[in-house]
């Protein structure tokens, strides 16, 4: 299931990560890699505030979709 259907506060393992190399390459430069732990710390209007590598990231729902856990 993607990123952005996670609970607030649970901690998930990425799976894998979809879209262009690009994009992909773009996710694991911020820490984004699979078997990495990822915890969603809140959600507004889709768009998340995740904890990855004791860092916390903003990303779009776009980009959160393309996160699978």
């Known amino acids: 299931m993607p990123l952005t259907m996670a609970a607030s506060g649970e901690i998930n393992t990425v799976k894998r990560i979809q879209g262009k190399d690009e ?3 773009f996710l694991e ?3 984004f890699v ?6 969603v ?5 889709g768009n998340l ?3 990855v590598k004791d ?6 729902k776009g980009m959160a979709n393309r ?3």
């Open 23 to 25: 994009t992909k390459r």
């Open 29 to 31: 430069s911020l820490g």
């Open 34 to 39: 699979e078997g990495g732990e990822v915890q």
């Open 41 to 45: 710390i809140s959600e507004i209007s």
């Open 55 to 60: 860092a916390r990231i903003a990303l779009s």
């Open 67 to 69: 996160i699978m856990i």
């Open 49 to 51: 505030i995740v904890n």
